[in-house]
DNA sequence: AATGAGATTGACCGGAACGGTTAACAGGGG
DNA sequence: CCCCTGTTAACCGTTCCGGTCAATCTCATT
């Protein structure tokens, strides 16, 4: 790809990597016309071929900027070392959200790309996916300490209930296109509230509930 | 459309409307090629031509296709008269799964086609759509006997709950396509015994746990 | 074996759109 | 005045589009 892409005014590259992601989630990759992703960039074609100097190369361009400003964003919120449950799946939906604020289409790009069955691209789509996987709370689940939750509880169904609610909240809301993420933000910390007082011992519920 | 179509072998003509909604689901209405649809159905363009006249026509057949065997099935099973919460989920996730071992690419196609935006089909789409819309449990929610269920806990958040752990799984899947019906069947009734569980009040949760 | 009716297809149509190139233009700084 | 950079319109050959149609192939009935 051509350097100059990032002397770019900040907003110009992301209306263009956001081009990307719309019209590459929206299309398979064969079907996904270049000039369609200029016009929704708001540039001409031929500027789109002067930053990146063929199709193939701006659509792996996009799933690594994606894999990689994800791994980061995700890091940088600290969900990883959180120790509390709740804490840490709270700011991993910010870190999340805060990506759909600024790549409203990435997600739904980086799932389809991951399905992506072209020849031209699924090798090296395939190639890097591993930096892609998620590391799921798995470990995380055998640090929790039983005696805060509901006695008799199974922990791992109830992180499944959680993690498929929020996935099931994200899904919804995006395929009805048209995000308004504030209004996401406080449906999360509801759910997030009425999980900590359902699963949470009596006495442990109040303590986060501010 | 032509009504020759009702006389093919139903696999066929299953065939040719999975290819429909596969295709249709993964593409916008414009980049998505009758020849791609005729390929995948197994025919040739000439004879997908012949049965639907035009592209438009066999768009919005698929759509009204959708919509009415949707409808039917969601009645047949029965969930719109159950009294019961959780029997009225299971029968709905019931008919769900069996439209989706028939046509699985069908919800996708559904979800796609509803947010459409070209001219040549969005306002027929549109106007059709309140076909679609779901019914929702809203009204069912105060019919529930709050005695039921523990002390306390707000019913339209556990609705909302399992309901978006529900779609979250449903999408988990279908995202990642290749989809296992049986698995599915039975990591739904897994969610369903754990949420009796744990939302209803002790000695009614064994009730229904065959 | 010949016939005729349907089912099904390959070859074809004009024109649009594809990915990609190139030559030219606009405009600001030296 | 010219160079430099960012930007585009016009163009390239090729492929593919939605759609048509005459020619097959299938096969039950004579």
Redesign the pocket.
């Known amino acids: 790809m051509n350097q100059?892409f990032y002397?770019?005014p900040e907003e110009?590259q992301r209306a263009i990597l956001n081009a990307g992601f719309h019209v590459f989630s929206q299309n398979t990759y064969k079907n996904?016309?270049?000039?369609?992703i200029a016009e929704t960039a708001g540039?001409?074609?031929?500027?789109l071929?002067?930053y990146f100097?063929?199709?193939?190369e701006l659509y792996l361009y996009l799933w690594t900027f994606c894999a990689e400003i994800t791994i980061e964003e995700m890091k940088k919120s600290g969900c990883y070392q959180q120790t509390d449950l709740f804490e840490s799946m709270e700011s991993g939906k910010n870190a999340k959200l805060r990506l759909m604020r600024m790549y409203p289409d990435m997600g739904t790009f980086a799932v389809k790309a991951f399905c992506e069955e072209d020849p031209e691209v699924c090798r090296e789509i395939r190639g890097s996916m591993d930096r892609y996987i998620q590391i799921h709370a798995s470990a995380k689940l055998e640090n929790l300490n039983p005696d805060d939750f509901i006695p008799g509880i199974d922990l791992k169904m109830m992180y499944k209930d959680m993690y498929l609610a929020s996935e099931g909240y994200l899904w919804e809301k995006m395929k009805l296109g048209n995000l308004n993420i504030d209004e996401m933000e406080r449906d999360f910390s509801e759910l997030l509230s009425f999980w900590k007082k359902i699963y949470l011992k009596k006495g442990k519920a109040e303590y986060h509930d501010d």
């Open positions: 100059k002397s770019l110009k996904s016309p270049m000039r369609e540039i001409s074609k031929s500027l071929f002067h100097h063929n199709k193939k």
